[in-house]
């Protein structure tokens, strides 16, 4: 599945974004308003250049005892910033989510200009029936005609249960 594919991606709103030079204050007080836990800073190209996050802001301007109306976003914002594309497996981004710890992932389009933001939980929002259906056409891919993969993934469902029931009822 593609990023493009999720029903989430159509509907996001207009990233939340600002240039480097902005004021820290400013951009916390536009991230407020707009209840956003994130901006992501863009040059004039409308290119990611970093992200400034709310974790960013507690550790490199609260707890360095910087001030927010003095200091620019530039000097807190993160600058390892990973992007995709829309037409990236959705999966995989996942995945890289996942295990390096990273919450919110810019779309960009061909040019690097900034299309989106998606955010774990709108990865994370897969829907059992959706899971499902992949399992399937693994199993399907890699099982021999006459074996049946729903019959495989019911039996397994109803053996998780089984377990399930049966430890609940010793307790």
């Given at each position: ?11 996001k ?22 209840n ?13 250049v970093?992200?400034?996050t ?27 910033v ?22 919110r992932l810019?779309?960009?389009?061909d ?14 929002s ?7 259906e ?34 609940a009822?010793?307790?």
């Amino acid at each position: 599945m593609k990023i493009s594919d999720r029903k989430e991606f159509a509907n996001k709103p207009q990233p939340l974004t600002c240039s480097p030079e902005t004021v820290v204050f400013d951009a916390v007080k536009e991230m407020a308003e707009k209840n956003f836990g994130s901006i992501i800073v863009v040059n004039e190209d409308e290119n990611v250049v970093g992200m400034m996050t709310e974790r960013d802001i507690f550790r490199r301007l609260i707890a360095e005892e910087l001030e927010p109306k003095k200091t620019t976003v530039d000097q807190i914002m993160t600058t390892s910033v990973k992007t995709a594309k829309a037409n990236d497996e959705l999966l995989d981004w996942l995945r890289m989510m996942s295990n390096e710890r990273f919450r919110r992932l810019p779309i960009v389009d061909d040019n690097g200009k900034l299309v989106a933001v998606m955010s774990q939980g709108d990865f994370v929002s897969y829907t059992w029936p959706d899971l499902f259906e992949h399992a399937q056409e693994l199993a399907r891919a890699s099982l021999p005609e006459r074996v049946n993969p729903t019959f495989i993934l019911v039996s397994m469902f109803i053996y998780t249960a089984a377990i399930v029931f049966a430890v609940a009822s010793l307790t």
